[in-house]
């Protein structure tokens, strides 16, 4: 048990179609980010979050990609209009307190 | 932006030999390196990391090496063991809290 859950684990969906994950980590983790990964590639950075605010944010994103941490706890990250590029293992990471950087398990996007 | 480069891409050791891992980063502002470990289907989990004032660091089998002047920094595992088999992914950043920048992954495998 990392202290960072997300779910799905896994999610197939139809190009076009729009898609919602979700990072729960623990109460300590004041900041809060998002990366994607590609098969064969390191995670690349997308969002952070410090509490509720969202304060970064990479060329990565474009505007199909939104995320959001409403109360600073747990964050949703949505990608519409899925495309098959979109693929990806999309990881989720908290540090804050005494915790440093712990990364979830990842959800598993396959855009068919 | 900072540039993270990794290698070996691939690396197969006997049982108990050891595992040297390097990677450059292009950044003279980075000052956090953390080495992390990836299984099939999980995400990465911190093995160990090093700050830019500490040349070495060791915990176990694993040491992490630091040439601040050359940019460099070296993961090395010694008596390896067949669970050491995984990818094992550099990274850099400003700061233990802030945006990481990852290499492209070195897949062990130790060979019983």
């Known amino acids: 048990d990392t202290g960072v859950s997300q779910n799905p684990r896994h999610k197939i969906t139809k190009r076009g179609q729009n898609v919602t994950f979700r990072c729960d980590p623990i109460?300590?983790?004041?900041?809060l980010y998002w990366y994607r990964q590609t098969l064969g590639q390191g995670p690349e950075f997308l969002t952070y979050?410090?509490?509720?605010?969202?304060?970064?944010k990479s060329r990565l994103l474009s505007d199909r990609f939104s995320a959001e941490r409403p109360k600073g706890s747990f964050s949703t990250l949505e990608i519409q209009r899925t495309e098959q590029g979109d693929s990806a293992m999309y990881l989720c990471?908290?540090?804050?307190?005494?915790?440093?950087?712990?990364f979830g398990s990842g959800t598993r996007l396959t855009v068919v | 932006g900072e540039n993270v480069e990794q290698h070996p891409s691939t690396l197969s050791v006997q049982e108990g030999d050891s595992a040297v891992i390097k990677c450059t980063y292009s950044d003279s502002a980075s000052n956090y390196f953390p080495w992390y470990k990836q299984e099939l289907g999980k995400g990465p989990q911190l093995i160990i990391d090093?700050?830019?004032?500490?040349g070495e660091k060791k915990d176990q089998r694993i040491a992490v090496t630091l040439n601040k002047t050359a940019k460099h920094f070296s993961l090395h595992i010694t008596e390896t063991q067949p669970e050491d088999s995984a990818v094992y992914f550099c990274a850099a950043s400003f700061g233990a809290g802030n945006q990481f920048y990852f290499g492209t992954g070195t897949s062990l495998t130790v060979i019983p």
């Open positions: 979050f410090q509490n509720e605010a969202q304060l970064e």
């Open positions: 109460s300590e983790h004041n900041r």
């Open positions: 090093i700050r830019s004032n500490v």
């Open positions: 990471a908290g540090a804050g307190g005494n915790y440093g950087y712990t």
